[in-house]
């Protein structure tokens, strides 16, 4: 698992805070920080989802054993065969679709939820703040990972399966982040105006708070979304995730732990296209605080 | 009140080999967001040892900015030209190494907080002791008796017993005793104290500045007072400099200063304080407008946007500041005649 | 603020070195306010693993008797080890004997899960110490040197290393280790785990590379964290300033000013980390084959084991909530202006 964030972002300045109809006047400026990663992250989404559907590309599984264990650069297999004579560039791409799939939804399961009872407990404060905030604590202590192989235990491997285990996990730490967000809000200005306008409840947060804490948890996502990524792929690493044969990173690399000595581009392979993607990840969201923060 | 000073009272010029700090067309630049912004346009002003030399202006005027500069502690962004001799020596350009010597040792600066000026996760004798050990080569037991000392100096009671305490066991008042302490470690020969009674009540501001005039009196040194505070300035110092804009606009021994203001802006400034002797519920006479942007200067005299006396010869040509009258300096086209305002 | 009458004020204050022996009222308030917020947490995370292990398909009786047992059989096996009470009395037995110090004993091994523990939380515990030391005392180096010249050399290169680092997962790195230093170097080994008791030599060894894949990522979280602070506040606070102006170094100024008052915003992020780190040991325990207690974790959620699960889970929910108080309360003891309270006279 790479670094769970606690339940504030690590200094790099939050946005500061603008009432709705200010922010609509901001200006873009292109900064590589923010462009570099974010054009590999699409030349890496673009190959698995929309290559597979375009190009010449072996399937992912039912391999000829005849083909068993080529080595990379083979006419026809760029980055060789498994051991079961399955094409790995295939399975790299088929994998990605996978990690992305799952990386993308538990957090946008976690803004979706945890975000907005963050918010709400948040904004209410009193005892529905408390009374969240416990059950969130209780959700975060508990080691998250038990849950996941529990659930992948007992209903069976499978990414649907994978993604609600996870989404246990991201949905407490959107809670804690948007809460936190919004209490660092409440003490503005516009929100009292806003409150003393007669504006209701709901419309305050929705336009009002809402637009306010999104850098925040859209910065969070990306990070989170690598965090995602690599539990997934420990996940199937440990047999749990999504189910053989279908590929995944994780499980690719648990099939070559077998063979590591022998021929290590079977853990290598997939191993950089993890490290890739949760980098860029990463240097995204970074980047995007930054930009956002130094405003 | 204004202490008689040694030779050199009031200053020159030219104040040549007898003045403690001798400081010539300073300039500071910054860079912000591409844009080059003048905070300190020019200074020249010097100081004698043993003078009480009050500097006065609005935030952002470059009262504190030059004064940093002097001692070196601004951020490496800042580009610091012109010249700065501390008894003879000059300051400016000087290699890291050679400014940490200077600092706190030749030239001290007390600051405005004394909440967040000290560290609180260290005990205040440490922080004492600190200081002296950086310029002398003393043992820990030396340090100790000594900074115990300073801090019976600067009228702390019971410092052998607070020497453990944390900074936020003390008051505001004695946290800037503490850190005049601090400043005078070393003896320095001058001390700049950069708005260092403002964030304190009145009675504890009247404290600490009878504090500072005493021990000036008793090591000898020179003081800089930086304040925005007029009051401050006209009851303690020998000589007055008021800034505006990055630019000393007036200067004067402080009796004459106060007596015959030339310079609309300081007329303003001192219009500006509250008088007793006005009738119930008239309004705060205010300086309107706010004082221009650095990065942005505008041709003519800075201050002619917001001047009441302002006519088209301010907005095209800057006012040269010159010694119009002995000791007595400003850089008006249309000077405040004696008996008010014209 | 009336004016200074600054007479030393009289009351149960601290002073000098014996005064660390009273660690009056505020701290132990706030540990025993901690703890009793603590055990309501606890008791939800025990019930949430009930419930979700109830909710799983099977039971232990089909695990135990696999797949060729007769319906009776398993009957018969349910009804020995109350499998066929109803959820609530089977947890309020289980929460009895936990409160009462009886943790139960496995179904499938009917070994006493108390020396079930008693025998693998060690290993996990060492790995999970060894793991930490190497990320601090990785971080707070790099972390100082990078924050000495921001956008410096040091500083680039360190940002860019750690970036890299924390972007790499734990098995991942695993792997990669054992690939160059057990498959390639043969200096250090792959699997396998060397207790105390035969040689502290063999028993580092053995989890160097399992140490360092947990605890290089980590390292690299709290290095940026840390050279952030440090910027921060060699930038921004006055104190830094007044410092400067005594005309000590920079670097004097960078640890003996800085470094204090950002280890305190690492002390808590290290404390909240902890439950992250305890779930990538679970896999690299399994990866380096090391008897530690993830490996009882993993086996007892496929046999249906609830009261081993129950009891791993609860380990590790305590040792969450017990870092994060000692977290807080590390705070509590270092930071002079909570450990000597706000007297200001």
Known sequence: MATQLPDTLPPGGAPVP?????????????????????????????????????????????????????????????????????DIFSRILYGGRVSIEVGLATQLIG??????????????????????????DVLIAFPALVLALAIADGLGPSEVHVIWALSFFSIPAFARISRAATLRLQGQTFMLAARLSGTRGWRILLRHVAPNIMPQLVTFGLLGMGVAIILEGALSFLGLGIPDPGPSWGNMIALGQGTLSASPALVLIPSVFLFATVLSLNLLGDGLRAHWGAR | MSTGSGPGAGHGGIGGSTALLDVRDLSVRFQRRGREALAVNSVTFTVQPRQTLAIVGESGSGKTVSCRAVMGLLPPAAQVTGSARFQGRELIGLSDADIRQHCGRDVAMVFQDPARSLNPTMRVGTQVTEAIRAHQPVSRRDARDRAIELMSLVRIPLPDRRFADYPHQFSGGMRQRLMIAIALACHPRLLIADEATTSLDVTTQAQIMDLLLDLQAQLGMALILISHDLGLAAAYTDDVIVMYAGGIVEQAPTRQLFSHVRMPYTQALLEAVPQLDRPAHSPLPVIGGRPPDPGAPLAGCPFAPRCPRARERCREDAPPLAEQEPGHYWACWFPCQDGGPG | MAAEADVAPAGPRSRGPAGRAVLTSPALRLVARRLLLAIPVLWGVTLLT???????????????????????????????????????????????????????????????????????????????????????????????AAARRPGGIADRLSMVASMAGLS???????????????????????????????????????????????????????????????????????????????????????????????????????????????????????????????????????????????????????????????????????DPRIRYGHSAA
């Open chain 1, 18 to 86: 603008v009432s709705a109809p200010a922010r609509r006047a901001r200006r873009w400026t292109v900064d590589p920080e923010i462009v570099i990663p974010a054009a590999v992250l699409l030349v890496i989404i673009g190959a698995c989802f929309v290559w597979p559907l375009v190009g010449p590309v072996p399937p992912p599984v039912g391999g000829s054993i005849l083909n068993a264990g080529l080595p990379p650069f083979s006419p026809g297999h760029i980055f060789g065969t498994d051991p079961v004579g399955n």
């Open chain 1, 111 to 136: 803004i979706a939820v945890g975000g907005t009872v963050g918010c709400i407990a948040g904004y209410r404060g009193g005892v529905t703040d408390t009374a969240v905030m416990r059950v969130v």
């Open chain 3, 50 to 144: 009930f419930v979700v292990m109830n909710l799983l398909p099977g039971n232990a009786a089909q695990e135990i008797l696999g797949a060729s047992a007769t319906p009776a059989e398993v009957r018969a096996l349910e009804i020995r080890l109350h499998l066929n009470e109803p959820f609530w009395i089977r947890y309020g037995h289980w929460l009895g004997g936990v409160l009462s110090g009886n943790l139960g004993s496995s179904f499938t091994s009917g070994q006493q899960v108390t020396s079930i523990l008693a025998q693998r939380l060690p290993v996990t515990l060492e790995l999970l110490l060894y793991a930490f030391l190497i990320s601090v005392c990785v971080a707070v180096p790099v972390a100082t």
């Open chain 3, 168 to 334: 790499i997962a734990p098995y991942v790195l695993g792997l990669v280790l054992i690939y160059i230093f057990a498959v390639r170097l043969r200096i250090l080994p792959a699997l396998g785990y060397e207790s105390l008791s035969q040689g502290i030599a063999g028993n580092i060894r053995s989890l160097t590379l399992p140490a360092i894949s947990l605890g290089l990522p980590i390292a690299c979280f709290y290095t940026r964290l840390l050279r952030s602070d440090l910027v921060e506040q060699m930038q921004g606070e006055d104190y830094v300033v007044t410092a400067r102006a005594k005309g000590i170094g920079p670097w004097q100024v960078l640890t003996r000013h800085a470094l204090r008052n950002s280890l305190f915003g690492l002390i808590t992020v290290i404390g909240l980390n902890l439950g992250t780190l305890i779930g990538a040991a679970v896999i690299i325990e399994q990866i380096f084959s090391l008897p530690g207690i993830g490996q009882v974790l993993l086996q007892s959620i496929n046999n249906r084991d609830v009261i081993v699960v129950e009891a791993v889970v609860l380990v590790f929910a305590v040792i969450v909530v017990l870092a994060s108080l000692a977290a807080d309360l590390l705070y509590a003891v270092l």
